[in-house]
C-alpha cells in the first residue's frame, strides 16, 4: 500500500512539474495546462461564469464561492487580478485560485481585462475599476457583501489591485468599499521602464510617475498585506518593501512577508493545492481577509 501511495504521489508530482514548467512556455495556454493538472478544491466551487462587467469582450467575470455557506450569509469579496505582463492571461487559467480561495470561507470574482498590445496603460486599471463597481451593485446577489471588498492579485495584477486600492483617480469615493489590498509579487515601484513589458504597457504614457502605485500610496489607504518571494527575479521584492514603506510612512496597516526561496511563479503555484507546503500565501491571504472585514 506504501508503495502505491508513493508511486500516485510521484505520479502527480512529476505532472505537476510539467504544468509548471509549462508556464514559461508561450506555445500553450499555460495556466489552463496547470489548472487542468491541479486536484480541484472541493470545497469552494464556480457559481457562474462569464458575468458581463463592461461591454467588451475581455470585460467579463467568473465567480466562486465556498460550496457550503448559509443562504443568508453576506462573504467578504476577494477580487482577484491574475498576471501575464499585461498582454496575456485568462480568467479560466485561474480557477484553482478561486477554488482556493472560496474554500477559505469567501466569495471569489475573477475577472478578466483589457491586455496589450492592442490595450495599454491606463485600460486594464479603468477595467479593474469597472469590475470594482459590478461588485458593488451585484455581489449580494451571488451571496457577498459589496461593502467589504479584498483587492488581490498576482504580478501585472496585483499592480492593477493596488492602483485601485491607492489611487483615487480610478474608483473616487466608492473605494471605500475597498477594505484591504493583498498584492502577490507584485511592480509597485518599477519605473523608469527597463524591460520589454513595462515597455509595451506604459511606455506611451507622457509621465511614468502617474503610473507607479507607490507615487500615490499615502494616508487613508486601506489596510495592505504584501507577499515576496525572495527568489523573485521577474519582479524584484524591492518593489514591496518599496510600497510597505510609503504606506508605513503614512500610518497605513501593512505587513510585508518574504518566502524565502520562492521565484515568481512559485508565489501563484503554491495557492494550489498540492504546493502549499512550499509557501503559506493562501493561508496567509485568508487571515488577511477575516483581520479586516467584519464577521457577519
Known sequence: ?????MSKRWKWMA?????????????????????????????GVRIARDIPYDRGPRQKLDIYAPRYRRADARLPVVLFF???SWASGT????????????AQGFLVVIPDYRIGPDNLYPDFVEDGASAVRWVMA????????????????????????????????????????????????????????DVAASKAAFGAWPDPTETQPVRWAGKGDPPTL????DADETVRPRNSEALAAKLGAAGVPVRIKHYP????????????????????????????????????
Open 1 to 5: 500500500m506504501l508503495g502505491k501511495a
Open 15 to 43: 505532472a505537476g512539474a510539467c504544468g509548471v514548467a509549462a508556464l514559461a512556455s508561450a506555445a500553450c495556454s499555460p495556466l489552463l495546462t496547470f489548472d487542468a493538472l491541479v486536484p480541484k478544491d472541493n470545497d
Open 82 to 84: 491574475y498576471g501575464g
Open 91 to 102: 480568467k479560466a487559467g485561474y480557477a484553482f485560485v478561486g477554488r482556493a480561495l472560496a
Open 138 to 193: 451585484h455581489g449580494q446577489d451571488y451571496g457577498g457583501a459589496p461593502d467589504s471588498i479584498i483587492l488581490c492579485g498576482h504580478s501585472a495584477g496585483a499592480y492593477i489591485a493596488a492602483m485601485l486600492a491607492v489611487d483615487d483617480r480610478w474608483l473616487g469615493a466608492d473605494r471605500r468599499a475597498i477594505k484591504g489590498l493583498a498584492g502577490i509579487a507584485g511592480p509597485y515601484d518599477f519605473a523608469p521602464f
Open 226 to 229: 504584501l507577499l515576496v518571494g
Open 261 to 296: 526561496g520562492i521565484g515568481h511563479i512559485g508565489m501563484v503555484t503554491a495557492i494550489a493545492r498540492p504546493f502549499r507546503y512550499r509557501a503559506s500565501v493562501v493561508a496567509d491571504i485568508a487571515h488577511f481577509v477575516k483581520d479586516v472585514t467584519p464577521a457577519r
